[in-house]
């Protein structure tokens, strides 16, 4: 970590959202709106964490282990669990990890609704204080984006030795913006003075908390990986609202 002192605001927001407006923080589209969602909504919600999980699955026996059945299952981020209820259907054990007390204390009870006894859930921090032993699956999407990079970075690192010999990795990160194209995608000097100056500023009463969308820099990830024991990985692209991101997934050896 950097010497001086790591920047905690978007931990804050994240938990004014998860008191306000957990649905939304998560997928920000209006019909999840805590004021405006249906039941029909809240299921389409849910179901979009299966359908998520069925294509990770597919990804990973395809191109990593045709074998690959997870017992134990860490989704780093976990929000309001949304992808914890398919994990849970597929694994012995899942452990939801957040920053948040407000998204936990919302996960565990959709979890106690649907009477999941093997989801364990632990607050989140830099150091992953509260997390023991190791995993076949550690899971994160959407997620470092709203972490500022040093921090980031650093949580990865550890994340890595959370995975056992054989285990897989299934991690999102964004890596640019669309409008940096005359850079090629580098962030302008201009722009991160911005970003800078931008962080500094409170939301205004009434207004959704921040939400950081934080590009990472992949040389660094991919040493990182490579440290680790990775020797090939397989990634795909995603493009939310001119956010470019890269899902990688991996297996360490």
């Keep these: 970590m950097?010497?001086?002192?790591?920047?905690?605001?978007?931990d804050t927001a994240w938990e004014e959202w998860g008191r306000r407006d957990p649905y939304y923080g998560i997928i920000t589209v209006p019909k999840f709106r805590r004021v405006a969602m249906t039941d029909q909504d809240r299921q389409e919600f849910?179901?979009?964490?299966?359908?998520?999980?069925?294509?990770?699955?597919?990804?990973?026996?395809?191109h990593l282990d045709s074998n690959f059945t997870p017992l134990t299952i860490l989704?780093?981020?976990?929000?309001?669990?949304?992808?914890?209820?398919?994990?849970?259907?597929v694994a012995q054990e899942v452990i939801g990890l957040d920053v948040s007390p407000s998204m936990l204390e919302e996960a565990k009870r959709v979890c106690d609704e649907r009477k999941l006894s093997n989801v364990r859930f632990i607050r989140s921090d830099d150091s992953l204080s509260g997390l023991s032993g190791t995993f076949d699956l550690?899971?994160?999407?959407?997620?470092?984006?709203?972490?500022p990079f040093d921090r980031g970075r650093e949580i990865f690192s550890k994340l890595l030795q959370r995975l056992r010999p054989g285990g897989i990795g299934a991690i999102h990160f964004l890596y640019s913006k669309s409008h940096y194209?005359?850079?090629?995608?580098?962030?302008?000097?201009?722009?991160?003075?911005?970003?800078?100056?931008a962080k500094s500023t409170l939301p205004l009463p009434g207004t959704d908390p921040e939400m950081q969308m934080n590009p990472y820099g992949m040389t660094e990830i991919l040493f990182l990986m490579q440290?680790?024991?990775?020797?090939?990985?397989?990634?795909?692209?995603?493009?939310?609202?001119?956010?470019?991101?890269?899902?990688?997934?991996f297996q360490v050896s």
């Design 2 to 10: 950097n010497e001086c002192s790591p920047d905690l605001s978007t």
């Design 46 to 62: 849910f179901d979009s964490g299966r359908w998520h999980l069925d294509h990770v699955l597919r990804v990973i026996r395809r």
């Design 75 to 89: 989704d780093f981020g976990c929000g309001v669990g949304r992808l914890l209820i398919p994990f849970a259907e």
């Design 138 to 147: 550690i899971h994160s999407y959407i997620v470092f984006q709203h972490i």
């Design 181 to 197: 194209s005359d850079t090629h995608g580098l962030r302008p000097l201009a722009a991160a003075d911005k970003f800078q100056r």
């Design 227 to 249: 440290r680790r024991g990775v020797t090939r990985f397989y990634a795909e692209f995603s493009d939310h609202g001119g956010e470019l991101g890269i899902f990688i997934y």
